[in-house]
């Protein structure tokens, strides 16, 4: 079997593409129903993407929209969003989210049965709370009897520095669907224990074959936004500086040589061939 390449999903294009593709809705909806746990009339049986992938207009710039958001049949909200970095007030803003979206659904003078319930889902490369747990779920309740009577906001994380499980142990769903977010960029094959349909499509949409070279780039470069390894030179200088190393390397010239010319350390000339080469 011929080792497979895979993008690295927490990286915003890729974790926009893969979990916001109207026609790969099956990967949602999938890992909605996991990490929320939904059955029988309460799963998710479609939704509505409010913020689609699309690559930015100009190319190179930032994605306009990090996260991705999703309404179902039943008018409850997603949304579902990678943080790859803790930031100031990281922990109100995420409420502030959850409850704004709560209250757009209505205008003064509507009736408030007509609130649907908002679910926030975030997948945070850093630890945020005290517990040991990688996968978390907040409610609000009652602090004596901890029952969930105002179940209109749910929020669920999950933290990928807690999680260090091997491919045998994992059990859940949600052990799976995280074990492929920050793992899958690191593996040569589908695990053999890959038996969800949605999760089986997540794998092949991040396999790197799937993808056209635009989409690549656009990778490429919030890759580099996000380490951010070559310090304070411009974007537009990196997206240049790709093309020719990528023109360079491909007339032979040696790394030693392209470092030369790029006025780059041979680290980093053989870091963006690696990343260029998938």
């Not at 039943?74 to 579902?80: A, E, G, Q, T, V």
């Not at 749910?154 to 933290?159: A, G």
Request: proline fraction near 3%.
């Amino acid at each position: 079997m011929p080792e497979i390449k895979f993008v690295n999903v927490k990286n915003d294009v890729a974790f926009r593409k893969i979990f916001g593709d109207e026609n790969k809705k099956v990967i949602l909806i999938s890992f909605l129903n996991a990490v929320l746990n939904l059955e029988g009339k309460a799963k998710i049986m479609d939704v509505t993407l409010v913020n689609p992938f699309q690559l930015p207009r100009i190319r190179g710039e930032k994605a306009s929209i990090i996260d991705v958001r999703a309404k179902d049949l039943m008018d409850r909200s997603f949304i579902i969003e990678m943080q790859v970095a803790e930031r100031e007030g990281f922990g109100k803003r995420i409420q502030y989210y959850a409850c704004k979206d709560y209250a757009a659904q209505i205008n003064i003078g509507d009736q408030y049965p007509k609130l649907k319930p908002v679910y926030f889902i975030g997948i945070l490369d850093f630890v945020f709370f005290p517990n040991k747990n990688y996968f978390s779920k907040h409610l609000i309740m009652d602090e004596e009897t901890h029952q969930c009577t105002l179940e209109d906001l749910k929020f669920r994380f999950i933290e990928l520095k807690k999680f260090n499980k091997t491919p045998s142990e994992l059990e859940t769903i949600v052990d799976k669907w995280t074990y492929f977010i920050k793992t899958a960029h690191k593996l040569q094959f589908i695990p053999d224990n890959t038996d969800d349909e949605g999760l089986k499509a997540a794998y092949e949409a991040a396999e790197r074959h799937n993808w056209t070279e635009e989409e690549y780039d656009e990778y490429i470069y919030a890759g580099m936004r996000q380490q951010d390894y070559r310090g304070g030179i411009s974007l537009a200088v990196k997206r240049k500086t790709i093309k020719i190393i990528r023109k360079l390397s491909a007339k032979g010239m040696s790394v030693e040589d392209i470092a030369e010319v790029t006025e780059l350390t041979v680290e980093e000339v053989e870091q963006i061939i690696r990343e260029i080469e998938g």
